[in-house]
Nanobody, 127 residues
Framework: QVQLVESGGGLVQAGGSLRLSCAAS????????MGWFRQAPGKEREFVAS????????YYTDSVKGRFTVSRDNAKNTGNLQMNSLKPEDTAVYYC????????????????????WGQGTQVTVSS
Protein backbone atom coordinates (compact mmCIF):
# COMPACT_ATOMS: atom_id res chain seq x y z
CA GLN A 1 0.00 0.00 0.00
CA VAL A 2 1.15 3.55 -0.67
CA GLN A 3 -0.05 6.95 0.48
CA LEU A 4 0.38 9.98 -1.75
CA VAL A 5 0.57 13.68 -0.93
CA GLU A 6 0.77 16.36 -3.61
CA SER A 7 2.29 19.80 -3.22
CA GLY A 8 3.45 22.69 -5.36
CA GLY A 9 0.20 24.05 -6.70
CA GLY A 10 -0.58 27.74 -6.80
CA LEU A 11 -1.53 30.75 -8.89
CA VAL A 12 0.56 31.58 -11.94
CA GLN A 13 0.17 33.79 -14.98
CA ALA A 14 -0.25 32.32 -18.42
CA GLY A 15 3.11 31.35 -19.84
CA GLY A 16 4.53 30.65 -16.42
CA SER A 17 5.71 27.44 -14.80
CA LEU A 18 4.94 25.31 -11.77
CA ARG A 19 6.45 22.12 -10.44
CA LEU A 20 4.17 19.70 -8.66
CA SER A 21 5.52 17.05 -6.34
CA CYS A 22 3.98 13.83 -5.09
CA ALA A 23 5.46 12.38 -1.91
CA ALA A 24 4.82 8.69 -1.44
CA SER A 25 4.99 6.58 1.70
CA UNK A 26 5.86 2.92 1.66
CA UNK A 27 8.95 1.00 0.74
CA UNK A 28 7.71 -0.32 -2.60
CA UNK A 29 7.16 2.99 -4.37
CA UNK A 30 9.52 1.89 -7.13
CA UNK A 31 7.10 -0.90 -8.05
CA UNK A 32 4.24 1.46 -8.96
CA UNK A 33 3.27 3.13 -12.19
CA MET A 34 2.63 6.78 -11.35
CA GLY A 35 -0.01 8.85 -13.03
CA TRP A 36 -1.04 12.48 -12.94
CA PHE A 37 -4.64 13.55 -13.49
CA ARG A 38 -6.48 16.83 -13.29
CA GLN A 39 -10.05 17.91 -12.74
CA ALA A 40 -11.45 21.29 -13.68
CA PRO A 41 -14.72 22.56 -12.18
CA GLY A 42 -17.69 20.82 -13.73
CA LYS A 43 -15.53 18.42 -15.72
CA GLU A 44 -14.47 14.82 -15.46
CA ARG A 45 -11.06 13.94 -14.03
CA GLU A 46 -8.74 13.55 -16.98
CA PHE A 47 -5.41 11.87 -17.56
CA VAL A 48 -2.34 14.08 -17.87
CA ALA A 49 0.76 11.88 -17.77
CA SER A 50 2.18 8.63 -16.50
CA UNK A 51 5.63 7.22 -15.80
CA UNK A 52 6.94 3.69 -15.50
CA UNK A 53 8.16 2.26 -12.20
CA UNK A 54 11.80 2.76 -13.15
CA UNK A 55 11.21 6.17 -14.66
CA UNK A 56 12.45 5.26 -18.12
CA UNK A 57 9.13 5.48 -19.96
CA UNK A 58 6.64 8.32 -19.98
CA TYR A 59 3.30 8.98 -21.61
CA TYR A 60 1.39 12.24 -22.03
CA THR A 61 -1.99 13.35 -23.14
CA ASP A 62 -1.77 15.37 -26.34
CA SER A 63 -2.72 18.72 -24.81
CA VAL A 64 0.36 18.81 -22.55
CA LYS A 65 3.00 17.25 -24.81
CA GLY A 66 6.04 19.48 -25.11
CA ARG A 67 4.97 21.58 -22.11
CA PHE A 68 4.80 19.13 -19.20
CA THR A 69 7.46 16.69 -18.03
CA VAL A 70 6.82 13.84 -15.62
CA SER A 71 9.67 12.39 -13.58
CA ARG A 72 10.33 10.45 -10.41
CA ASP A 73 13.06 9.85 -7.85
CA ASN A 74 12.54 6.42 -6.34
CA ALA A 75 15.34 6.93 -3.83
CA LYS A 76 13.35 9.84 -2.40
CA ASN A 77 9.91 8.30 -2.96
CA THR A 78 8.78 11.30 -4.94
CA GLY A 79 7.25 12.03 -8.30
CA ASN A 80 7.20 15.35 -10.09
CA LEU A 81 5.26 17.10 -12.80
CA GLN A 82 7.08 20.07 -14.31
CA MET A 83 4.57 22.32 -16.06
CA ASN A 84 5.83 24.99 -18.43
CA SER A 85 4.06 27.40 -20.79
CA LEU A 86 0.94 27.13 -18.69
CA LYS A 87 -2.38 28.13 -20.17
CA PRO A 88 -5.65 29.17 -18.50
CA GLU A 89 -7.17 25.87 -19.65
CA ASP A 90 -4.62 24.05 -17.47
CA THR A 91 -6.46 25.37 -14.41
CA ALA A 92 -7.60 22.39 -12.33
CA VAL A 93 -7.00 20.35 -9.24
CA TYR A 94 -4.08 18.05 -10.00
CA TYR A 95 -3.85 14.56 -8.54
CA CYS A 96 -1.13 11.97 -8.48
CA UNK A 97 -2.05 8.32 -8.53
CA UNK A 98 -0.31 4.98 -8.36
CA UNK A 99 -0.90 1.37 -9.29
CA UNK A 100 1.09 -1.85 -9.47
CA UNK A 101 0.57 -3.54 -12.81
CA UNK A 102 1.27 -7.08 -13.94
CA UNK A 103 2.31 -5.84 -17.38
CA UNK A 104 4.84 -3.24 -18.39
CA UNK A 105 2.25 -0.86 -19.80
CA UNK A 106 2.11 2.76 -18.72
CA UNK A 107 -0.78 3.62 -21.04
CA UNK A 108 -3.22 3.86 -18.18
CA UNK A 109 -5.55 6.75 -19.01
CA UNK A 110 -8.56 5.81 -16.92
CA UNK A 111 -8.87 6.83 -13.28
CA UNK A 112 -10.34 3.39 -12.63
CA UNK A 113 -6.99 1.82 -13.47
CA UNK A 114 -5.29 3.39 -10.45
CA UNK A 115 -5.59 2.14 -6.89
CA UNK A 116 -4.09 4.97 -4.84
CA TRP A 117 -4.68 8.71 -4.98
CA GLY A 118 -3.44 11.86 -3.37
CA GLN A 119 -5.74 14.59 -2.09
CA GLY A 120 -4.98 16.97 -4.96
CA THR A 121 -3.38 20.38 -5.32
CA GLN A 122 -4.95 23.41 -6.98
CA VAL A 123 -3.33 24.97 -10.02
CA THR A 124 -4.77 28.24 -11.26
CA VAL A 125 -3.48 29.92 -14.41
CA SER A 126 -4.59 33.50 -14.96
CA SER A 127 -4.82 35.08 -18.39
Amino acid sequence: QVQLVESGGGLVQAGGSLRLSCAASGRTFSAYVMGWFRQAPGKEREFVASISPGGTSTYYTDSVKGRFTVSRDNAKNTGNLQMNSLKPEDTAVYYCAAVITTTSTIYLRSRRQYDYWGQGTQVTVSS
